[in-house]
């Protein structure tokens, strides 16, 4: 079993930028394929961004392509989100979520229910 923790949310102001980190402990971080999700105030949870266990593979949502990027450090168990250009629609709380079914290193996944492990979440809120 693994555990994830977010860091790195906060408020920012439109056209600025936001790293998120998810720290994982308990498993060998490699094994798992990892995603991040956002849920705003009163919608369903959105999927982001996924990345495959070796980190070769990549996939971002339509809504955040050319402004977010996903990436991996196996060696230090941290998955990241890079945001550029924020919008405010971009505010929510970000979740990330670990998958340990992928059968092999290449594989990413979008649906939320292909996810075992979810951390806590971290506010981003984008706002002049």
């Known amino acids: 079993q693994v555990q994830l923790v977010e860091s790195g949310g906060g408020l920012v102001q439109p056209g600025g930028s936001l790293r998120l980190s998810c720290a994982a402990s308990?498993?060998?971080?490699?094994?798992?394929?990892m995603g991040w999700f956002r849920q705003a105030p009163g919608k369903e949870r959105e999927f982001a961004a996924a990345?495959?266990?070796?980190?070769?593979?990549?996939y971002i949502a339509d809504s955040v392509k050319g402004r977010f990027t996903v990436s991996r450090d196996n060696a230090q168990n941290l998955l990241y989100l890079q945001m550029n250009n924020l919008k405010p629609e971009d505010s929510a709380v970000y979740y990330c979520a670990a998958n340990d079914r992928s059968p092999n290193l290449f594989d990413v996944y979008i649906r939320a229910s292909s996810y075992a492990y979810w951390g806590q979440g971290t506010q981003v809120t984008v706002s002049s």
């Open positions: 308990g498993q060998t971080f490699s094994s798992y394929a």
């Open positions: 990345i495959s266990r070796s980190g070769g593979s990549t």
